[in-house]
């Protein structure tokens, strides 16, 4: 699965259905701009702002409310899909505020760069120092919000 991000399209989207959701009860996680193989997928990933659970019928009322405001503005140049849906209990952490969020959460980490060679790890996300880092029964282990971090609230799921 190839993957792009377009940073401006992103923040476009993200700044225009925001309020929009935020009325609805609704907090934005993510908002991804993909591709996968000749099609792309303008994903935007919410949760309930009270903590509920997520369900189709809530992703679909987002859906429906944030679909006119992107036609209007029509940030995107080329076709796409449009799907709105919850980030999932394995959701994958690609901002500061998912770090704060997710601190003192159990995590797995696929890493860039460690000192014992390592590139898996799970643990207990937690601040270190001006970073983050993974504390697990082997100590504690850094890493940068540009490696690949997602929660992990269920033992099953996998990277």
Request: hydrophobic share 35%.
């Amino acid at each position: 699965m190839a993957k792009y991000q377009k940073r401006n399209t992103v923040a476009e989207v993200e700044e225009l259905v925001t309020p929009t959701l935020e009325q609805l009860g609704f907090a934005v996680w993510d908002v991804r701009f993909e591709k996968e193989g000749p099609n792309w997928f303008l994903r935007i990933l919410i949760d309930r702002a009270d903590g509920s659970t997520m369900d189709t019928d809530a992703c679909e009322l987002a859906s429906r409310a944030v679909d006119p405001i992107i036609d209007e503005a029509d940030p995107i140049e080329q076709s796409y899909y449009l799907e709105v849906g919850s980030p999932g209990l394995g959701r994958r952490l690609t901002r500061a505020r998912h770090y704060e969020a997710c601190e003192g959460e159990r995590v797995s980490a696929r890493l860039i760069h460690t000192e014992s060679g390592e590139r898996e790890l799970s643990g207990i996300l937690c601040r270190s120092g001006e970073g983050w880092c993974i504390r697990n029964e082997a100590g504690e282990t850094p890493i940068v919000e540009s490696e690949l971090a997602f929660l992990k609230l269920d033992d099953d799921l996998d990277l």
